[in-house]
């Protein structure tokens, strides 16, 4: 019988780690993930061998940390790194960049050598459409240049980006997928796991939800006086399980040496006015809100060209939006206040 490959998941607690956790096991991989759980909580992985039906490797440790990831590359055999752990509030990026850097940069960096004394080279690394800048045409599509950045978050995924171009071009060894995801929304149809953002949200969807849900009183709506068709922002929502697969998808691309971008989106855009009306009409639920000044570094719209992804992965985003929604708001009813929520059998599926 064909051993069973192993996948090391940065970051695997945090919210897309989680669902891709669940993709990889759900796809006959066995999972070790490596989370210092500032952003995440363990509950998040105890609901992701619930819904597998079998069990995963978790280590608290934190990637910075050399002498963890050796013992854990020692104590396993792993056949690829995905690697999601990061910092990634754009706005405490500002007021705190040499946490950002740290972490994404120095953490980024750490692991790489890490793999390289191992002598694993396949890795997916978790980049942003924000590489693009705010020059660049929309649709982005991936043979664009990087773009100038405007704050540390977005600087330490471009930054990182070229640390990997310039490691495969120094050892052909190498294999890495660079993935620039879109706005990730939505949770695991079961309700079970999804987006548990700590304190105020920072996201235009959690922030619907938890308003949805009594949490919060009013959304905020940051500018309606962009050059868009209703004047609010226009951004590529796409469905976090689409976003997991498209993992899993990569993972199979890494028999190629070299470094591989690839947009993972839906390719169509959608206002905050249009987020606002679709919330309101799948969860029958009134989302209150005001316009307010826009949000400094927002830009007015963007979306991916996702047919590379889809002509080279075979990977297509295929939920659409009222998934996308019945399933943040299906989360977020059964869990509110996210993994601090004791699950109740009882009350699933009741609103
Ligand atoms: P998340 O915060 O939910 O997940 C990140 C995880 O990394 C958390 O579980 C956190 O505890 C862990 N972590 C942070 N620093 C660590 C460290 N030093 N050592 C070990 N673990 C550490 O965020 P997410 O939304 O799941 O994002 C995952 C990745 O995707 C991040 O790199 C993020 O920058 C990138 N990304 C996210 C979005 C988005 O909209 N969510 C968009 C583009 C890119
Ligand atoms: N918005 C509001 N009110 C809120 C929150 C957001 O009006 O309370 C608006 C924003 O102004 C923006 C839109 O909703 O117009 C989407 O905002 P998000 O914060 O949900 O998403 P962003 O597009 O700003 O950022 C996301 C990720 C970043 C990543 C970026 C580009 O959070 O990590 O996409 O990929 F860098």
Redesign the pocket.
Known sequence: MKPTKKVFVTGGAGYIGSHTALSLLEAGYDVVVLDNLCNASQEALHRVEQLAGRALTFIEGDIRDRACLDKLFREHDIHAVIHFAGL???GESVSAPLAYYDTNVNGSITLCQAMLQAGVFRLVFSS????YGPEAPIPYIESMPRGATSNP??AS?SIVEQVLDDLVRSDERWSIAML????P?GAHSSGMIGEDPQGT????????AQVAVGRRST?????ND?ATADG????DYLHVMDLAEGHVSALDRLTLPGSHIYNLGTGQGLS?LQ?IEAFERVSERQIP?QF?S??E???AA?WADPSKAEKELGWQALRGLDEMIADTWRWQRQNPNGYRTEINTTSQGTS
């Open positions: 990634k509030a754009v942003s459409a924000t590489v978050y977005g995924k620039r995801y879109f706005n929304i949200p920072n996201n235009l969807m959690p922030y619907i959304l905020t709506v940051f500018g962009y609010t922002c226009v951004r905050v987020m809100y307010a826009r949000r570094g927002d830009l963007f």
